[in-house]
């Protein structure tokens, strides 16, 4: 099942993918992210991220698997986290010009009901998220 979410940020393609693509300051557009650092600098590179959701406390390890440039797409992988989030693949693109953009969060997975909502609901938490963050 396709879970999906978009903003559209008024802000140019070309500065949100420029952010995006370095995986750099996750904690700065993401409330659930209190800590996050990044090794690397292109494809391979891996966030090792601290999230509180509620009593919750755990970390997830991410890799960034896809890297695209010319089409303003990537995707990262969760290596290690609490289910369902382990193994989760969450694919990004960036369209738009100059003067807006439209985000794209979405992933392919068969989900439980349960953690199909949570999925979709941290999904608009980075769509939204970023949206703040770029038009601040």
């Known amino acids: ?15 949100v993918w420029n952010h995006l693509q370095t995986l750099q300051g996750a904690e700065e557009y993401l409330p659930i992210v209190t800590k996050s650092v990044v090794n690397g600098t292109r494809l ?9 959701m509620g009593e919750q406390k755990f970390q997830i390890k991410e890799t960034l698997v896809k890297l695209d440039d010319s089409q303003k797409e990537l995707a990262i992988s969760i290596d290690d ?4 989030m382990k193994g989760l693949k969450i694919d990004f693109s ?7 953009s439209e985000i794209i969060v ?8 349960e953690s199909e909502q949570m999925i979709k609901e941290v999904l608009n938490m980075i769509c939204t998220g970023l949206k703040k963050y770029h038009e601040q």
């Open 1 to 15: 099942m396709l879970i999906s979410e978009k903003a559209t940020i008024s802000a140019s393609a070309d500065k």
């Open 44 to 52: 391979g590179t891996t966030r090792t991220c601290d999230i509180e």
């Open 81 to 84: 986290g609490p289910p369902p």
């Open 94 to 100: 960036v369209n738009g010009n100059s003067e807006s």
């Open 106 to 113: 979405s992933n392919e997975f068969e989900h439980t009901p």
